[in-house]
């Protein structure tokens, strides 16, 4: 008897978690880079099953389900050949708002966090010249 019981509440208990679980609010938001939508960026809502991929458009809607809803809530973006974003925010506040998001080439961040070690050396195209000695003769052969 003890044990249906507990069966009966356990099993009350799971699809009351999974009733909440159904229950989504969206977040929609744009994706850009250089003022220009990005298309085929993954949005994931970390920790979670929750994700989407951005339009043509540069448009994504991701779900947010209830037990969230009242948390800070971390979504990765992430697109090949750009700076992953990991931005962090109260789910709630951004129920009825459009996140727009700027992504970053790595080439350009590359170019921007580039510090030069060698100040002698020309910094807009950071090229050593040498010369070219394999015409000049042996100084051991005389």
């Known amino acids: 008897m003890f044990l249906r019981a507990l069966l009966l509440t356990i099993t009350c208990l ?3 978690l999974d009733a909440q679980e159904l229950q989504t609010k969206s977040i929609k938001g744009i994706i850009t880079s250089n003022k220009k939508p990005l298309y085929d960026v993954s949005v994931v809502l970390n920790g979670t099953k929750y994700f989407a991929i951005t339009d043509k458009h540069g ?3 991701i779900d947010v389900p209830k037990y969230l809803w009242d948390e800070e809530i971390f979504i990765i973006f992430r697109c090949k050949g750009y700076e992953d974003n990991l931005v962090q925010f109260l789910a709630e506040d951004h129920f009825h708002k459009k996140l727009k998001v700027e992504m970053k080439d790595k080439f350009e961040s590359a170019i921007e966090n580039y510090i030069n070690p060698d100040t ?3 910094e807009f195209n950071n ?5 070219d000695v394999s015409k000049e003769e ?3 052969n005389e």
């Open 138 to 140: 042996n100084p051991s």
């Open 14 to 16: 799971s699809f009351q």
């Open 127 to 131: 090229i050593i010249r040498s010369k």
């Open 59 to 61: 448009k994504f809607e």
């Open 120 to 122: 002698a050396v020309i």
